[in-house]
């Protein structure tokens, strides 16, 4: 009874491997030759790492904010505040910053993607487009995907430096003190398993985001009823697959750290 299921999501995994593989083969061409494809790589870059600044900047600045008001103070009834620092660390670096960066691109950038490219498969634009000699992977799938897989990157690194500046501000309540002595106290903490944890998850969740959203785009036929629900399987199937590797990620640091 759970063979076709289990079947067809398998199938539908190879497809997306294959389909990766495929990206990685148009990067060196779009490099080389994509001169009018690099528009579009700076529009998705403009839509999904600059536009979304604001918002990941205000959310970083609330959990740094929040870790520390509930933190210092359950800390300080054991003696131990000092373990505020690896605590915002593991917190705001290292788990919550690639994924929460991770989920803003799902629901702005993997919707919009979808749909987009479901748009184009509609109206025949793919079909145009290699009736003239454009390779629909250099020319619209490799943009995107380098587009989203540096934003992500880009905006991790963002949510890492105002959460920890909002942990700041609200440390100067309960604990005034230099921010070279706080920022120190940080640096401190930080080690390099935790910088290359985070860079791993914020690329790979670009990827995983940026090839589901093309993968789904693409995979409709001919209903114009399909690309609402293209765009509703992007965002399923890139939460699910994001938060599956987050685990497996976070484990794979514990047990090897």
Not at 132 to 150: C, K, S
Not at 174 to 188: E, K, Q
Request: proline letters at 4%.
């Amino acid at each position: 009874m759970y063979n076709i299921p289990m079947g067809a999501a398998i199938k539908s995994l190879f497809y997306a491997l294959g389909f990766f593989v495929q990206i990685l083969k148009g990067v060196g061409q779009f490099v080389r030759r994509g001169q009018a494809a690099h528009r579009v790589l700076i529009m998705q870059i403009l839509f999904t790492f600059v536009e979304a600044l604001s918002i990941s900047t205000l959310l970083a600045l609330g959990i740094g904010a929040a870790v520390n008001v509930i933190g210092i103070p359950f800390l300080a009834q054991f003696s131990q505040e000092a373990y505020i620092y690896p605590l915002l660390i593991t917190i705001i670096t290292r788990e919550l910053g690639p994924l929460l960066t991770a989920f803003i691109i799902i629901a702005r950038s993997a919707t919009a993607i979808a749909t987009e490219m479901a748009g184009m498969v509609i109206s025949h634009e793919i079909e145009a487009y290699i009736s003239v000699g454009v390779d629909p992977i250099e020319y619209l799938a490799v943009p995107r995907f380098l587009g989203v897989t540096i934003s992500l990157f880009m905006l991790n690194i963002f949510f890492s430096v105002f959460g920890l500046a909002g942990s700041f501000a609200v440390a100067q309540i309960f604990n005034p003190m230099p921010a070279s002595v706080y920022f120190g106290n940080i640096l401190l903490s930080l080690s390099l398993p935790d910088i290359i944890v985070s860079v791993i998850k914020s690329i790979t969740f670009g990827i995983i985001i940026s090839v589901v959203a093309i993968v789904k785009g693409l995979a409709v036929e001919r209903s114009s009823t399909e690309v609402p629900i293209a765009g509703l399987k992007a965002v399923g199937a890139s939460f699910g697959w994001c938060i599956l590797v987050d685990i497996l990620l976070s484990a794979l640091y514990y047990i090897m750290v």
